[in-house]
C-alpha cells in the first residue's frame, strides 16, 4: 500500500499578539490522515468556523509548514521541499480550488487569460509551450468540467454565470494535472442545483481521472451524498471519522450528533 | 395591479405594504466603447403583505441582491432603474422610491427599513469598543436623548437574548456568531417596520446558522416587522419563509406559499430544484440539470429556461412566458402549465 498523502500526527500553533502578551493558538492539534494511491476517493472535512480545517487544508497546499508533525505527499516531506522546480512540481500535483470565484478572479481581467497565464506557468516540462499547445490544454480542461473554450473567450467575470465560473475555477485547478484537489467551501454560495452538479462533478473527476478530493464543507447533506470518507473536526482535533454514510446516519461523538441536528431539513413542518 | 394585490393579500386583509412593479434595473458596462447591458432585474412584479416573511432563492448571479438592492433604492451605477415602480406603504402613508428625493428616501430608509446587506458582518467597527458602533449608527435617527437612548439599546439586546455586556466589548473578543448576532441587533436596534436581509447565514457552520434564523424570526414576530428574505437555500426558506419567489436569470418564474412551493411547484425549474435538495439519509443519485444558468449580459430569447428545460416547446423560445396565477397566492411563469396561458 502506498500513500498519496499521509498526514502524520500533524499540529499547528499560532502566536498571536505583541512581544509582551503573546499568547499562542492551537488551530491543528495532533491529526493524522492518509489517502491511499490505488483507492482516489473524495473525503469530506467537517466542522464549525474556527476548527482547523482552512489550516489543515493550508498544510496540505505546502502553504504553511506544520509546528508539528509531518506532512507527506507521495513520501516527501512537503516541509523538506527546497529547490524552485521541486517546489514547482509538487505544487502541480496538490491544487487547490478556489474558495469564492467571484473573488478569486479579478473583476478586470478576461477569464480566459488567467486560464491561459496558469497553463504557461505550468507547461514548462518540455520547454516554453506554443500558444496552440497552451490553448489546447485549457480547453481540454474546460471540456473535462462541462465547458467549452468558445464560451469563456475573451469573457470577463461578471459576464460568467455563477456556474460557469465555479467550473472555471475548478478547471483552473485542473491544468497542471493534479493528483489532489483541495476544496474549500466550493459550494457555499451557490444553490442546490448547482451545488448538486457541482459536486457531481467532483465525483466524476474522481471515477474518470482518479483525482483525489478533499471537500471541505458546512454541508453536512452533500458531504453526505458525495464522499467517502468524512472527518468531523472540532476545536483542532478530529472528534470523529469513518465511512461518510455511516458516520453521518448514526453519528457517535456529542458534537457530530449536535452538527446533525442543527441541520435544517428541507421537509418543513 | 388591482387583481393581482387582492391575490397576493395574506392574513389580513390588509394593504400590502410593498409593492414592486414591472421593475428593471441593468448594469451597463462599457466594453470598446460599446455599452452591454447585464439584466439583472428584468420585469419583476411582487407584493408583500404587512408581517409576512417573504423569500426570494435563486442561485448566485440569479439577480437576488440586485433586486433588492433596487427595492431599498439602494443603487448606484453601474447599476440603474429602467423601468417599473416599488411602491412601500408606511403607517398609511405611500412611499414611491423612485419619487423621493435624495433626503426624503435616507429619512425612509432610517425610520421604517433596515436592510442588512450581503457580506455585511463586519460592520462592526473592529478598533473600537461595540457601543460606539451603536451609537454612531443609531443615535442621530432615533431622537432620543442619551439615557433613553442607551435604555433601549440594551432593552433590544436583552430581548434578543444577547447580553448588554456586549456593548464594552471589541468585536474580536466575540465568536463569529455572537458577532454576527450583534449586527444584526445592531441592524435591526431602530424597530424597522421593514427587514431586508440578504444572504444573512450564508457561510455559517449550521449551528451557528441555526441560532442566528431563530434569532431572526425572533426579531420579526417581536416587533411584527415585515421581511423580505434573501438567500439561495431551500432548505433555510423551508424554515423561515411564509411565501418564497423564485427567480431565474433576472426573472421571478414562480411564487408560491412555502408548502405549496415544496410540494406542488410547477415550473420546471423550481421542480428541478425541489428535487435535487440533498438530504442526510438519502444517498440516491441527483442528476445534474443539462447545461448551465445563462449569463445575463446575453440572456436566451423566450424563456429564459428555455435551453434546459424538459418540457420546451416552440413557443418558448420565441415568446416569454407571463407570471400568471394558477391559483390563489400561486403564480408560475410556464407555458407548459395549464392556466398560466392566459
Ligand atoms: N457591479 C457590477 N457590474 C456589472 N455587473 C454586475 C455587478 N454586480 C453584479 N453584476 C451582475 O449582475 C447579475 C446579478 O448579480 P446579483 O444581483 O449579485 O445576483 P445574486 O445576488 O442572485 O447572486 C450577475 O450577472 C452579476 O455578474
Ligand atoms: S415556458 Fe417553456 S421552456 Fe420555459 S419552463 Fe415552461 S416549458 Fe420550459
Ligand atoms: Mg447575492
Redesign the interface.
Known amino acids: 500500500m502506498s500513500l498519496l498523502l499521509d498526514i502524520d500526527h500533524v499540529g499547528k500553533t499560532f502566536l498571536q499578539g505583541g512581544l509582551l502578551s503573546r499568547r499562542s493558538i492551537e488551530a491543528v492539534k495532533d491529526i493524522s490522515l492518509q489517502i491511499e494511491v490505488e483507492r482516489p476517493e473524495i473525503l469530506s472535512v467537517v466542522?464549525?468556523?474556527?476548527s482547523g480545517k482552512s489550516t489543515l487544508a493550508a498544510m496540505v497546499l505546502g502553504q504553511q509548514l506544520p509546528t508539528r508533525g509531518r506532512v507527506l505527499f507521495d513520501g516527501v516531506d512537503v516541509a523538506s521541499i527546497r529547490s524552485r522546480a521541486d517546489r514547482c512540481a509538487f505544487m502541480a500535483k496538490v491544487q487547490p480550488v478556489l474558495q469564492n470565484p467571484?473573488e478569486a478572479f479579478n473583476p478586470l481581467k478576461r477569464v480566459d487569460r488567467y486560464l491561459f497565464a496558469t497553463a504557461a506557468n505550468f507547461m514548462t516540462a518540455n520547454g516554453k509551450p506554443t500558444r496552440q499547445e497552451i490553448e489546447a490544454r485549457v480547453d481540454r480542461v474546460l471540456v473535462e468540467v462541462?465547458?467549452t473554450l468558445a464560451e469563456v473567450r475573451g469573457?470577463?467575470p461578471?459576464?460568467?454565470?455563477?456556474?460557469?465560473?465555479q467550473?472555471t475555477a475548478i478547471a483552473r485547478a485542473l491544468i497542471p494535472e493534479p493528483r489532489l484537489l483541495v476544496a474549500d467551501?466550493p459550494v457555499?454560495?451557490?444553490?442546490?442545483?448547482?451545488?448538486?452538479?457541482i459536486v457531481?462533478l467532483f465525483g466524476a473527476l474522481r471515477d474518470r481521472l482518479g483525482l483525489s478530493i478533499i471537500y471541505i464543507t458546512?454541508?453536512?447533506?452533500?458531504a453526505?451524498?458525495i464522499s467517502d470518507r468524512i472527518i468531523i473536526m472540532r476545536k483542532g482535533e478530529v472528534v470523529e471519522r469513518g465511512d461518510a454514510?455511516t458516520v453521518?446516519?448514526n453519528p457517535q461523538h456529542p458534537y457530530s450528533i449536535?452538527?446533525?441536528n442543527?441541520?435544517?431539513?428541507?421537509?418543513?413542518a | 395591479m388591482q387583481t393581482e394585490a387582492l391575490l397576493h393579500t395574506p392574513k389580513a386583509a390588509s394593504e400590502p405594504i410593498l409593492a414592486v412593479e414591472n421593475l428593471k434595473a441593468y448594469y451597463t458596462t462599457k466594453a470598446f466603447g460599446i455599452d452591454r447591458d447585464i439584466r439583472a432585474v428584468d420585469d419583476i412584479s411582487l407584493t408583500i403583505a404587512k408581517g409576512e416573511i417573504y423569500g426570494v432563492a435563486g442561485e448566485s448571479s440569479s439577480g437576488k441582491t440586485s433586486l433588492i438592492k433596487t427595492i431599498v433604492g439602494a443603487i448606484r451605477p453601474p447599476l440603474h432603474v429602467v423601468g417599473g415602480s416599488v411602491c412601500f406603504n408606511f403607517e398609511g402613508q405611500a412611499y414611491n422610491i423612485y419619487d423621493l428625493g435624495p433626503d426624503e428616501l435616507q429619512t425612509i430608509r432610517w425610520r421604517h427599513l433596515s436592510y442588512i446587506m450581503q457580506g455585511s458582518m463586519n460592520v462592526l467597527n473592529p478598533v473600537r469598543r461595540i457601543k460606539h458602533s451603536f451609537f454612531d449608527f443609531a443615535f442621530a435617527h432615533m431622537g432620543l436623548d442619551r439615557a433613553t437612548f442607551w435604555d433601549k439599546v440594551r432593552e433590544h439586546l436583552r430581548r434578543l437574548d444577547l447580553d448588554p455586556g456586549v456593548l464594552d466589548s471589541y468585536p474580536h473578543q466575540l465568536s463569529g456568531g455572537m458577532r454576527q448576532r450583534t449586527t444584526i441587533a445592531l441592524a435591526t436596534v431602530c424597530t424597522p417596520e421593514f427587514i431586508v436581509a440578504d444572504e444573512p447565514t450564508t457561510a455559517l457552520d449550521v449551528i451557528v446558522q441555526r441560532d442566528v434564523l431563530t434569532m431572526l424570526r425572533d426579531i420579526q414576530r417581536d416587533l411584527g416587522s415585515s421581511f423580505l428574505f434573501v438567500t439561495h437555500d431551500m432548505s433555510v426558506h423551508a424554515t423561515v419563509s411564509d411565501r418564497i419567489g423564485i427567480v431565474y436569470a433576472g426573472r421571478l418564474v414562480e411564487e408560491a406559499d412555502t408548502p405549496t412551493l415544496f410540494r406542488g411547484a410547477r415550473h420546471p425549474y423550481t421542480q428541478h430544484l425541489v428535487a435535487s435538495l440533498p438530504k442526510i439519509g438519502d444517498a440516491t443519485r441527483r442528476a445534474s440539470l443539462s447545461g448551465r444558468p445563462p449569463s445575463l449580459a446575453d440572456p436566451p430569447a423566450g424563456c429564459r429556461f428555455h435551453p434546459r428545460c424538459p418540457l420546451a416547446m416552440d413557443i418558448c423560445s420565441k415568446q416569454v412566458p407571463p407570471l400568471n396565477p394558477l391559483a390563489p397566492r400561486h403564480r408560475v411563469a410556464c407555458f407548459a402549465v395549464s392556466g398560466a396561458t392566459s
Not at chain 1, 461578471?158 to 465560473?165: A, D, R, T
Not at chain 1, 457555499?188 to 452538479?197: I, N
Not at chain 1, 442543527?262 to 418543513?268: E, H, K, M, R
Request: aromatic share 10%; charged share 25%.
Open positions: 466542522g464549525e468556523s474556527g467571484f462541462g465547458l469573457r470577463f461578471h459576464e460568467l454565470s455563477g456556474g460557469q465560473l467550473r467551501e457555499s454560495m451557490v444553490d442546490a442545483s448547482l451545488r448538486m452538479s457531481n458546512h454541508d453536512l447533506a452533500t453526505y451524498y454514510r453521518l446516519d449536535a452538527l446533525k442543527a441541520v435544517l431539513t428541507p421537509d418543513f
